[in-house]
């Protein structure tokens, strides 16, 4: 019971509003007609885990193409949600509209479940994927409909769906049905699609998946998936074990220690936010695609390194050129002072700034950069879509220093071992005889594993910056240690 008149008057005035939203929902579902619901709808409405327009036209096939609503009933509500009744014609049954803050549908649980989402049932583990770390790679294995072969694939979240190499394709029988245009970070291209494959894993298959067929591909890989995961499954990733957990959609229990981090999924792939300084003292509040697939720790792109102005007075270490899917660009180098990821800093470590050149916008993703695996690994993470989530816990690699940048050599650390992660062409770094990969025991005498320190970094890279350095190398099938000198 309400007491004092404001009181009253407020809760009338609420359940009215209520009784207005249920009344033109009924009207929308009864005439099929998503367009009369609309301005009821939040910012941040969803169906399943799709926002934005993906989740109206969702809205639109359920109006559409399922039974005629006689009624729909207003039962009660509370600050978040409106209780209601359908009434169809063989069947009725109770349910819920959940609002946002400012009293529009965020979601409508049964739409949801007729997508096959149910957010009111707890989460369970529905399988265990385990995977090999391999050159900064989550390398997993599968195979393809009813191929033997096993296949090695990236699992890349920055890839919306699945990538095979033609010359795969073609050897286990999988052949494109259309062509359509697809993006990867950086760049978009024309590839072929494959429809109705299935994705078997140990105890798990993923059925009608469409795959693009790249005439390209790296390395020894076979292809890499993505959102195949992510779209049905509360994803983790945990690098302590080598393995991805995944999860049925509902509600879910977080582990301690870790940061609770919102995920935007207005792009198709998931992002994340942050604040990155850099070494000329500038702040970027900035989105980030989080992106297994990237093999560098953070790029900002040249639309947004233009539009903020974050080359002026950025201390370059080297240049380099980034090549994606058919777009060249040049791009700088150099320290970021820090990443604020939740609760969660890393700091002291290589970024990159993407040059930008008029019309860049036409293929540059959204978002004003790309968070990648060398950074990831140093969390293990949960990708959660449904609830806009990501949920990011240091692991073992969390206080292993970052690559480091000296005598035209980037190196870097994985799993505990030194190791020459690029080379500069045409400087004496390369016709030293070092090689990208090659195993680091020291530099100039400091055992590779005094380097782990991230003070010792910085001091050695200092007091070797003008001088010669000694390396000793572990190289395959030799029995003692390999040295070279690099000016």
Not at 36 to 43: D, N, V, W
Request: hydrophobic share 35%; with cysteine.
């Amino acid at each position: 019971m309400c007491t004092g008149l404001l009181a009253c008057f407020t809760v009338f005035a609420f359940a009215q509003k209520s009784t207005q939203l249920v009344n033109t929902m009924e009207k929308a579902i009864q005439e099929r007609n998503p367009a009369t619901i609309k301005p009821y709808l939040s910012e941040d409405f969803r169906v399943g885990i799709y926002g934005s327009s993906q989740a109206y036209g969702m809205l639109g096939q359920v109006l559409s193409s399922y039974d005629t609503l006689e009624k729909l009933v207003y039962l009660k509500e509370d600050n978040k949600n409106i209780s209601l009744k359908y009434y169809y014609k063989k069947k009725s049954f109770e349910s819920t509209i959940q609002l946002d803050s400012s009293g529009k549908i965020a979601r409508i649980p049964f739409f949801d479940q007729l997508f096959g989402v149910n957010l009111s049932n707890p989460s369970r583990l529905a399988a265990v994927v385990p995977f090999e770390f391999d050159k900064g790679k989550i390398v997993v294995k599968l195979t393809l409909n009813d191929s033997k072969r096993v296949l090695r694939f990236l699992f890349d979240t920055g890839a919306d769906g699945m990538g095979i190499k033609k010359e795969v394709a073609d050897e286990i029988g999988i052949q494109a049905s259309r062509q359509q245009q697809t993006s990867v970070v950086g760049a978009s291209t024309q590839v072929g699609i494959a429809t109705g494959l299935t994705m078997h894993f140990d105890t798990l298959a993923i059925r009608q998946q469409n795959s693009a067929i790249f005439p390209r591909f790296d390395g020894d890989l076979d292809g890499l998936f993505g959102g195949n995961f992510l779209r049905n499954y509360i994803t983790e990733i945990d690098f302590d074990k080598s393995e991805i957990r995944l999860y049925t959609l509902g509600k879910f229990t977080y582990p301690t220690g870790g940061a609770l981090v919102p995920l935007d999924f207005s792009a198709g792939v998931p992002g994340i936010q942050g604040t990155v300084k850099l070494n000329s003292g500038k702040t970027l509040n900035g989105n980030f695609h989080f992106d297994t697939g990237a093999g560098y720790p953070l790029i900002l792109f040249g639309p947004s390194v233009h539009r903020n102005k974050l080359e002026e007075g950025f201390h370059t270490l080297y240049q380099s050129t980034n090549y994606s899917m058919g777009h060249t660009s040049n791009v700088s180098n150099g320290i970021f002072e820090s990443l604020q990821i939740g609760s969660k800093q890393l700091n002291h470590f290589i970024g990159t700034l993407q040059s930008y050149r008029e019309g860049d916008e036409r293929w540059s993703p959204s978002g004003d950069g790309s968070f990648g695996i060398t950074l990831i690994q140093k969390f293990n993470c949960i990708i959660n879509l449904a609830d806009r989530q990501f949920y990011l816990t240091p692991n073992k690699n969390y206080a292993v220093p970052s690559d480091f940048w000296l005598h035209n050599t980037l190196w870097g650390f994985s799993n505990g071992e030194l190791r020459v992660k690029q080379i500069m062409p045409e400087t004496s770094a390369a016709s030293s005889g070092i090689a990208v990969n090659d195993l680091i025991l020291s530099i100039n005498g400091v055992k590779s594993a005094d380097l782990l320190d991230v003070e010792n970094i910085r001091k050695y890279t200092l007091d070797w910056k003008n001088a010669p350095i000694q390396i000793e190398i572990k190289k395959p099938n030799l029995n003692k240690p390999w040295k070279t000198e690099i000016e």
